[in-house]
């Protein structure tokens, strides 16, 4: 875990390249939609790494929390909300996997970050708890896939699989589906990506 810290406080300057904004643009594309109606709703963007996510939906909730557990991104992250101007987004240190806070939120937004924590009930569980009533999840992660075999990261996810620690920890329905395919856009492999959503 704190390895995999390491490497993501080492990334955080350099972690913008062309190729991540432009799968960060094909994210917010498929995200955007989902809040719809949102205006009154706080938002948190848990991993949210250099909100290259977040910071491009904060039009369309009352407010977003980026939460992070690298300082680091959350430095990067800071630095484009005070230059934008963005005066409802803010920046937590936190990682949920190692403590409680007490915090509520009526949408958790968690991409490409699910990946990177082992134990994939337990934080779905501290997400549930978090979310208000009727609150909403919505992962972006990669499809499993056998090309990618990593001792760090979970090699993508089965929609099944998924729905079903969703259910196990809670959530009333789930809707689970694959929108994009890439080349090497999965630890330099070819790869898809799915959007889940759920309620509380
Ligand atoms: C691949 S980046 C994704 C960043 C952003 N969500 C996006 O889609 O562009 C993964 C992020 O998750 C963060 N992360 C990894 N494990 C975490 C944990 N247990 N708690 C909070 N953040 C974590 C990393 O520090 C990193 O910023």
Known sequence: ???????????????????????????????RPQLQNSKTKTLIDYGSGTGLISLELTDLVDSALLVDSSNQMLEVAQAKIS?????????????????????????????????????TTKILRELYNILNDDGKLIIIDFDKNDKINHP??????????????????????TTIETFHHGNRIFMNQDASMFISTSVK
């Open 83 to 119: 230059h934008k101007e963005i005066d409802n987004a803010k920046v937590l240190y936190s990682d949920f996997t190692q403590e409680t806070p007490e915090l509520k939120a009526d949408i958790v937004l968690v991409s490409l970050v699910l990946l990177h924590i082992p134990d």
């Open 152 to 173: 760090m990261v979970h090699n993508g996810f089965e929609h099944n699989e998924l729905k079903q620690k969703l259910q196990e920890v809670g959530f009333a329905a």
């Open 1 to 31: 875990m704190h390895m995999e810290n390491n490497v993501f406080e080492q990334m955080a300057k350099r972690y913008d390249t062309e190729d991540r904004i432009e799968l960060a643009n094909i994210i917010v594309k498929e995200v």
